[in-house]
């Protein structure tokens, strides 16, 4: 549970003498905030961070001589500070406190823990308290699934998601979660639908922020995606909106789609099986009045994918129903769509054939949409297909509701 911080002026003593790297250490009496070194998390015996010091860079399962006397602490780490009223990072509801990583000393204060038994130093909040990433889960398979949201071959629809450190997180279909890389954070653009690659096995388009390049993950048919391919050398930085679609030219392969930031155009990069071929115009213009596409799959049960696109202006959502190589007229799906920051294209997670579509809400949402076991940013929805273009009324999916915390979900 997260604690309010108390602000405290830092001293102008300098440093105390530091002691060997990650050792909890003692200051000298009457230490004070500003003696916590960079890098550090400290802790004090009195609510005015002052007297014997704590010092370390790693967790702690046992506090020893510091067992329940810590009232005051400073995190000049970069990551988060959890305190356990029990030994061994124990947790029950009212029995876990965090701060935020303050590597510049500018705010100390307490846990806001009557006692402190155990500390650990972890890379985002939610870790204090359960794993890394989301609780996820499908709920049937779908008869008709092929590669599309199956990483792991099992025909349930499976998960990726970027944590605010940058690791990627395999999402199961079946339950739990595994981590599968790091320095993720490097991307700007992410998305999968699909085989790229020609071997049956789903993979991962990923654009380099840095450079512009585009990159295909190559999926290993485990979960884990392996060695990258450049797809592009460069230039992909003005585009927006890159969405694997799956096979909109009917050739068999996934193909890749773009809005051009300057023009608004859209464009068709069709896959190859080796890389993505000479891009073709879908769209004259007007795409930047999208804020969101999104590849469903096939929504209608005419046996071809189908493009949704939300338009910002007004937050109604679009159906473009497909034809080799075009997009037929809109249809409109619905309105009051705004409210959701992301979407997932996932297939079949629903009972039934019918492809379904995954949300998050943004900040915009209210309990009388997503119901009352979750309200605000970060609920995951469902929107069961009805297998003729249009989505059954959403629900939020029970358990962990704390999505917004994931800096890419796809």
């Known amino acids: ?44 015996t009195t609510a005015h961070a002052t007297g014997t010091m704590l010092k370390t860079t790693k967790s702690m399962a046992t506090l020893g001589t510091w067992d329940n006397k810590i009232q005051s602490v400073s995190n ?23 701060r935020e990583p303050d590597p510049g000393g500018t705010e100390w204060g307490g846990f806001g823990l009557s006692s402190v038994s155990s500390i650990k130093i972890v890379p985002t909040e939610r870790e204090c308290t359960g794993p890394a990433y989301p609780s996820w889960s499908a709920v049937s398979e779908g008869s008709t699934r092929s590669s599309f949201a199956n990483l792991d071959g099992n025909l349930l629809a499976d ?36 085989d790229f690659s020609g071997d049956g ?50 050739d068999g392969r996934s193909d890749l ?76 799906v619905g309105s009051g769509w705004n409210v959701m920051k992301t979407f997932v294209g996932i297939g079949n997670v629903e009972y039934g054939d019918p492809n379904d579509l995954l949300t998050i809400t943004g900040s915009g949402a209210s309990t009388s949409l997503t119901g009352n076991s979750c309200a605000g940013a970060g609920c995951m929805m469902v929107y069961p297909g009805k297998g003729t273009g249009g989505l059954n009324p959403g629900y939020g999916l029970d358990g962990d509701y704390n999505w917004d915390d994931m800096n890419a979900v796809f």
């Open 76 to 98: 000049r780490t970069n990551q988060y500070a959890c305190g356990y009223d029990e030994p061994n990072y124990t947790t029950s509801y009212w029995s876990v406190g965090t």
């Open 201 to 250: 096995k789903e993979d991962v388009i990923a654009r380099e922020a840095s450079t512009g390049k585009l990159w295909l993950y190559k999926g290993s048919g485990t979960g884990y995606v392996g060695s990258r391919v450049l797809l592009g050398s460069g230039g992909w930085n003005s585009m927006n909106q890159l969405t694997a679609f799956g096979d909109l030219t009917g």
């Open 159 to 194: 998960l990726l998601v970027r944590d605010r450190a940058g690791r990627l997180w395999f999402l199961p279909g079946s339950g739990g979660g595994k981590l599968i890389g790091s320095g993720w954070n490097a991307m700007n653009a992410l998305t999968r639908h699909g």
């Open 1 to 44: 549970m997260r604690k309010t911080m108390r602000r405290g002026l830092a001293s102008l003593l300098g440093l105390a003498t530091l002691g060997a790297l990650g050792v909890a250490t003692a200051a000298p009496a009457q230490a004070e905030p500003s003696d916590c070194p960079k890098g550090y998390f400290c802790a004090w």
């Open 257 to 332: 789609l773009a809005v051009e930031k300057s023009t608004g155009k859209l464009w068709l990069y069709p896959g190859t099986g080796s890389g993505l071929g000479a891009r073709k115009p879908l769209g004259s213009g007007g795409w930047n009045a999208m804020n969101a596409l999104v590849a469903p799959g096939d929504l209608n049960g005419d046996g071809k994918a189908d493009l949704l696109a939300r338009e910002a202006s007004t937050g109604k959502l679009w159906r473009y129903p497909t034809k080799p190589g075009a997009l037929g007229s809109r249809l409109l």
